[in-house]
């Protein structure tokens, strides 16, 4: 294993064991093999996925015109990071998904003694194919002037403080070798210093950087979210709700799909948020969405008007995706999360799962979708649901390219059949694709009787 699996806190990692090797996953599987599958999730989410996915526009263009072009950027890229090229090739069953198969890890790149520690998002960034920028450097070797070669490593704890001068003997793990575009003096000495500090030559993994490319055309986003939308499948003319839309990469979907014939309500509770959804819809030309600073958990009152509120059953459509534990994100090597903030999310998602109920119309369509991996926030929320609203339907997924629901009380193995887990524990001896080599997400959808 080039990279370490994911490290959570001892009674979070318990709690989670314990929820995935139920008794119904022992009986169905034996013990052995869950919790080998529980080690092999840890492992897959300690390392980032093997695919790159961008969904493209397909309201101003198509997947032909556009792959030429983004390949021609990604090429001029690879050329001056002295990389081979990537291929480019559209999705096998999604119509506005284009695929890139990543390479690595690299086991066999020489480190240099002169390090520099990168903070940990940025690490997990440079996994995916980014450079180091500047405001991810916490240290530097003295060293370390224009055009040093350098090796660099993530803090997994976030233990070193920046501009920290001697070697940091904390928790680091090797990301890559590449070149230093300053000196380590102007990086701590000059103020406001930005852009790239160290242009990655060898990466552990390569990837291309996918940030700013033809951005009218392309948004780079994990599998399981551009599945999600078309689960959700937004029809144009409708009225549809985007419950907690930042940064909006879903709302431009379903927009898309919608073919800028509607209207979609986009909610985000944080206001700087927002504008990034305005950015994303905007840019692709969109003008059916209106976008709101507001908190989703009290967007339904009675007797409400044309912003939020709303009153019940109004919308023809609703996407929650949720605020979540965020525990499927690749790579991810150290979560500090503390166990009372995890069980935290299965209230709070309830407090926006009831609303959405309320302010969907007879007939409407629910979308559920998290990026986590917990037993509490996905099937256990969706058997919540089921008992506590007899008028919802659970409803068969198109397409269902991930799994089915883990095994769980409280839904049936017809029900299970009808959710989609992406869980990046793919079974034994299977190889890596685009579809099973995911972020882990979860989905459900249902339809509220009329
Ligand atoms: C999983 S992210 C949504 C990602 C988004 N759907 C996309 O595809 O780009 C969850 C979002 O919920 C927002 N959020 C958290 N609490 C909220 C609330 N009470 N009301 C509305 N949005 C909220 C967060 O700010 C965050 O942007």
């Known amino acids: 294993m080039a990279l ?31 919790e080998e599958e529980f080690l092999r999730l840890l492992d897959q989410l300690g390392s980032p996925p093997l695919f790159t996915t961008l969904r493209v526009n397909i309201h101003n263009s198509d997947c032909e015109h556009i792959i030429p072009l983004l390949q021609e950027e990604i090429n001029k890229q690879c050329d001056k990071r002295g990389i081979c090229h990537f291929d480019i090739l559209k999705h096998h069953s999604l119509k506005d998904v284009v695929v890139i198969k990543n390479r690595g890890p690299n086991l066999n790149l020489e480190q240099s003694e002169k390090e520099v520690i990168v903070d940990l998002a940025c690490g997990m960034a440079v996994l995916r194919g980014a450079d180091v920028f500047v405001q991810g450097i916490m240290a530097a070797h003295p060293g370390m002037n224009e055009n040093t070669l350098v090796s660099v490593f993530a803090d997994v704890e976030g233990a070193c403080r920046k501009g920290f001068v001697k070697q940091f003997t904390g928790r680091k793990i090797f990301i890559g070798n590449g070149v230093a575009k300053f000196s380590r003096d102007k990086i701590f000495t000059v103020n406001g210093m930005r852009g790239v500090g160290i242009s990655m030559t060898h990466p552990l993994y390569e990837a291309p950087c ?32 985007d419950m907690c839309a930042a940064p909006g990469g879903k709302t431009q979907h379903i927009a898309t799909l919608m073919r800028n014939e509607g209207r979609i309500v986009a909610l985000d509770k944080v206001k700087q948020k927002v504008k990034r959804v305005e950015a994303n819809v905007q840019v692709w030309g969109m003008t059916c969405v209106e976008c709101y600073a507001f908190d989703a958990t009290e967007a339904c009152r009675d007797g409400a008007g044309g912003s939020p509120p709303y009153p019940a059953g109004m919308f023809d459509r609703v996407l929650l995706d949720a605020p979540c534990s965020a525990l499927g ?28 109920v309320r302010l969907l119309k007879p007939g409407g369509t ?9 037993m509490a926030e996905n099937e256990g929320c969706v058997a919540h649901a089921l008992k506590t609203f007899p008028n919802l339907e659970l409803c068969p997924q198109i397409p269902h390219v991930g799994g ?7 839904l049936t193995a017809d ?11 793919r079974e034994e001896g299977t190889d890596p694709t685009v579809d099973n080599d995911t972020i882990g997400f979860f989905i459900a959808k249902f339809k509220k009787k009329s």
């Open 4 to 34: 370490p699996p994911l490290q959570l806190k001892e009674d979070v990692r318990d709690h989670l064991q314990t929820s995935f090797i139920n008794d119904q996953t022992v009986s169905e599987l034996g013990k052995h093999k869950c």
């Open 210 to 241: 996918l940030s700013d490319i033809l951005p009218e055309l392309v948004f780079p986003q994990n599998l399981p979210s551009a599945v999600c939308v078309h689960v959700l499948d937004p029809q144009p003319g409708e009225l549809v709700l």
């Open 329 to 356: 994100q690749r790579p991810s090597s150290f979560c500090k999360m503390t166990l009372p903030s995890l069980r935290s999310f299965e209230t709070y998602q309830w407090k926006f799962f009831t609303q959405a």
């Open 366 to 374: 629910l979308v559920y979708s998290t990026c986590t991996i917990t």
């Open 404 to 410: 089915p629901g883990r095994l769980c009380p409280g």
């Open 415 to 425: 029900q299970l059949a009808k959710l989609q887990r992406f869980s990046p524990a």
